[in-house]
């Protein structure tokens, strides 16, 4: 039997990659802050140098994006995102044994470049290369499958953490990483796919990045893209003194937030089943400015219940622009240097993501409250939907 013979299917591979991200999320993004108080009951160790950790672990991820999208345009997709589970385990069993604070460090500039390797930007650039005609109803389910990541990792983290201790939790994400991840997406990869140079079929000529750089519409969604995640990280970092601030207790501010998941699964499947159809523009720059009111909802609001239609705009939203996010580089550049195009452009993007939550500090240094601070975050997210409008698809 030949490979091509022995290849998954398009249903199996998508479900792989889906769990294979499930489990990337939860460990790769969610999971630091759970082992924050246990590291620093051990070690002593404040709250801002913890977080540095996690800081250049996403500062590694944004410079990392662009060879990783190269690799995949040279046709490496399957040992990126198998070698990435692999690498993250790695990282995992380093953090594992650290004692002191360039330990720490050390195993989230592996674990960066696990997350540059294994989240969303390699998988669907991937599912882009693999299957040409049908990567925009992979990447939606992709998506809704790992909205899923931050309702399960909180739990199972914290029942790891309790039985086996925080060393003991971190040695078992990595070897669920390395274990289950890496064969998991080695075993979906298997063979060329259809719309895949090795297929067989021509490649016709799409931009290359060089030629995508001369492109308003590539700046355009490079800035948009870059004011989304520097809203996005810096809200999140914030978010739980800012529901302080405005007098709401603990139990209150978690009433808030435990919508957002559901809402951001609830906006990808309304997607799933209705929206596949929809041109990414118009449906972009709604989502887009969704985030804006989102915030303004946030600044001004009073009582739970104002804060939950935050909470659940802001997830439908969320889930809605990532989708966007993936299926817009192939629309407007062609699939050819997919990986290359969106890594330059998630370089950027992630940078300020690891600047963010400093920035947002900054902010309220220089400002009356939080109140403040989220307006001023609502303005840069009405940049990005306005840098979304003008990012017109370019003429070829």
Same mark, same amino acid.
């Given at each position: 039997?030949?490979?091509?013979?022995? @290849?998954?299917?398009?249903?199996?591979? %998508? *479900? *792989?990659?889906?769990? *294979?991200q499930l489990l990337s999320w939860a460990a790769l993004f969610y999971a630091f802050s759970s082992f924050v108080l246990p590291m620093q009951r051990e070690f002593g160790w404040s709250t801002p140098d913890l977080m540095g950790a996690f800081t250049l672990g996403l500062a590694v991820c944004g410079v990392a994006s662009y060879g990783v999208g190269a690799a995949i345009d040279r046709g490496h997709g399957r040992a990126v995102l198998a070698g990435g589970a692999l690498l993250a385990g790695a990282g995992f069993a380093v953090w594992s044994q650290v004692t002191a604070m360039w330990g720490l460090y050390a195993a989230w500039c592996l674990l960066g470049a696990a997350m540059a390797m294994s989240l969303y930007d390699p998988a669907f650039n991937v599912? &882009? =290369?693999?299957?040409?005609?049908?990567?925009?109803?992979?990447?939606?389910? /992709?998506?809704?499958v790992g909205g899923f990541a931050s309702t399960a990792s909180f739990p199972a983290v914290a029942a790891l953490i309790?039985?086996?201790g925080w060393r003991g939790a971190l040695l078992a994400i990595g070897l669920l990483l390395a274990g289950v991840g890496a064969p998991l997406q080695a075993w979906a990869l298997r063979g060329a796919a259809a719309g895949h140079p090795g297929a067989g079929g021509a490649v016709r000529a799409e931009a290359t990045l060089r030629e995508a750089l001369r492109e308003p519409a590539f700046w355009a969604l490079t800035l948009c893209f870059t004011l989304y995640q520097f809203v996005s990280a810096a809200l999140w970092a914030h978010v739980?003194?800012? /529901?302080?601030? =405005?007098?709401?207790? @603990? $139990? @209150?501010?978690? *009433? %808030?937030? %435990?919508?957002?998941?559901? $809402?951001? %699964?609830?906006?990808? /499947?309304?997607?799933?089943?209705?929206?596949?159809?929809?041109? /990414?523009?118009p449906l972009g720059i709604v989502v887009l400015l969704a985030i804006p009111l989102s915030l303004a909802i946030f600044a001004f609001g009073s009582s739970v219940g104002a804060l939950v239609v935050f909470a659940l705009l802001l997830g439908v939203a969320n889930g809605l622009v990532t989708i966007v996010r993936g299926a817009i580089v192939p629309e407007y550049f062609g699939r050819s240097h997919v990986g290359r195009i969106g890594g330059a452009m998630s370089s950027v993007g992630l940078i300020s993501r690891a600047a963010a939550p400093l920035g947002a500090a900054w902010m309220l240094l220089h400002v009356a409250g939080y109140r403040q601070v989220m307006l001023l975050l609502a303005a840069l997210g009405v940049a990005s939907a306005l840098a979304f409008a003008m990012?017109?698809?370019? &003429?070829r």
């Open positions: 039997m030949n490979a091509r013979a022995e @290849q998954p299917g398009f249903g199996a591979t %998508v *479900a *792989a990659l889906a769990f *294979a599912l &882009v =290369k693999r299957y040409p005609e049908r990567y925009r109803d992979g990447i939606t389910r /992709l998506t809704l309790h039985g086996w739980m003194p800012a /529901l302080a601030a =405005k007098g709401f207790s @603990q $139990a @209150q501010s978690l *009433a %808030v937030l %435990v919508w957002f998941g559901p $809402a951001q %699964v609830g906006g990808r /499947l309304l997607h799933a089943l209705a929206g596949r159809r929809l041109p /990414l523009r990012a017109r698809r370019p &003429v």
